[in-house]
């Protein structure tokens, strides 16, 4: 059935009327939009249809509607409906209902999600407003269904908050979304300050927009996160972790950190990191060259891990601290262990990284000494480790960015590589030559006859 057949033009009409309590939306009918179906993912258009056809309302909504008419192409698919979570499970064997937070249905086809969340009411009517927000104003809780109408208002930015209607192929828009979407505006629904206050996730959120869709947050988002940036330290450490996947695993990293320095929110993330650029400004470049190489990788369809992501991230105050180690006597190995040990635990007061990725991070960061260690057989033994590569490239971007001075070893190692046996031996014993060479002579030992050792009076 091609789309023109059934579309029909609802330019004044409004939905889910009789159910919306006072707002009317505008209504774009499907001349005045560009959202088609030719465009929406399968699963995502089985998930709207079957809920349609059981007699639910279903919405697809968020980023998935925001990035079509923009013309991109959707991350992920969000559908909203009247049916409650259980009503959705009951409709779909690859449903599973998660979180606690808020409860969503995800629907699974193969790896990919289409997230189901029942329109959601105002927190103000939760049953007992404590259990729902802290004392300082955050959400905790946020059950409550509600209308369309609410759902629309309870969203972040007006952007996220447009609605294609599956029944009639409408945009359905209550907060002026598709004006800000012209203008290219991050506009927080209701008042910014408030809504930054209940969740001071948003503030990330408006970076994450602004660098990915290359929006401005308005005059009062601004202000927003000038006066509740602070808040983002209330925020649960597992929380951020995901949000900063997300800041710069999605393609956008250097705008992402470019805008996080200018909007003062990198303190929030990366306090030790934020201190260490104020004190050593070249370090900004390092962050910055790592972003860009990041983003590169995403572009040419290369994986990226977080282990690299906080290694670069967190690399600085690691190295300040492993060079105050080192003073002490430390070799440079067991500082840098050390002082990455002192910096990850401190950093985990902010955001939780998982086990998983602590080890990968710390060796990055020792494999930095051991590629300068190159006596005997150990260039064999780093090169045949499977965090080799991520260790050279980190050091690459050591030398791209502030330490011109490491060139020569990076080309050693860029060689010995692709080297053949016989030239990585040949390589080895030059550098054991040259090391010999720069020794000082030390005086020949005269050949002396060893006495026998007397045995102590003791033993
Ligand atoms: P992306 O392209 O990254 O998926 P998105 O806008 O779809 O962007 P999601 O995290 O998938 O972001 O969220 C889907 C929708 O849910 C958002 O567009 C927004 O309407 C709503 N939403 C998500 N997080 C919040 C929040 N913290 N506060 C209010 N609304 C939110
Ligand atoms: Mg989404």
Known sequence: MSENNTEQDNNSTAVNSGQIPSDEPVIYGRADHNVSRDNIDDSALKVLYRLHKAGYQAFLVGGAVRDLILGGHPKDYDVATDATPEQVKDLFKNCRLIGRRFRLAHIHFGREIVEVATFRGHHEQAENES??????????????????????????????????????????????????????????????????????????????????????????????????????????????????????????????????????????????????????????????????????????????????????????????????????????????????????????????????????????????????????????????????????????LRCQSYQPDLQPLCDWWTEFQVADDKQKKAMCQALHQARQGQQPRRPKKKKTRHKPAQPSSDT
């Open 131 to 396: 259990e729902g927000s802290t004392r300082d104003g955050m959400i905790v809780r946020d059950n409550v269904f509600g209308t369309l109408a609410e759902d629309a208002w309870r969203r972040d930015f007006s952007v996220n908050a447009l609605y294609y209607n599956i029944a009639d192929f409408t945009v359905v828009d209550y907060t002026g979304g598709m004006a800000d979407l012209k203008a290219k505006c991050l506009r927080m629904i209701g008042d910014a300050d408030v809504r930054c206050q209940e969740d001071p996730v948003r503030m990330l959120r408006a970076i994450r927009f602004a660098a990915k869709l290359g929006f401005k947050p308005d005059q009062d988002m601004r202000q927003a996160i000038e006066n509740q940036g602070h808040r983002i330290e209330a925020v649960p450490p597992a929380r951020l972790f995901d949000e900063v996947l997300k800041l710069f695993m999605s393609g956008h990293a250097h705008s992402t950190f470019e805008l996080l320095n200018e909007y003062d929110l990198l303190v929030q993330l990366f306090p030790a990191t934020a201190k260490h650029l104020s004190e050593h400004a070249h370090m900004h470049n390092f962050i910055a060259q790592a972003c860009k190489n990041t983003d590169q990788r995403i572009a040419d369809g290369k994986p990226v891990t977080p282990a690299f992501l906080f290694a670069f991230m967190l690399w600085g105050p690691t190295f300040t601290r492993a060079m105050e180690f080192e003073s002490n006597n430390m070799s440079p190995i067991q500082a840098l262990q050390e002082a990455g040990r002192a910096v990850l635990n401190q950093e985990s007061g902010q955001i939780s990284i998982p086990k998983r990725f602590r080890l990968p991070i710390r060796e990055i960061w020792t494999s930095q000494a051991r590629l300068n260690n190159r006596r005997g057989r150990r260039p064999y033994a780093l090169l045949g480790q499977p965090r080799f590569r991520a260790a050279y490239d980190f050091l690459l």
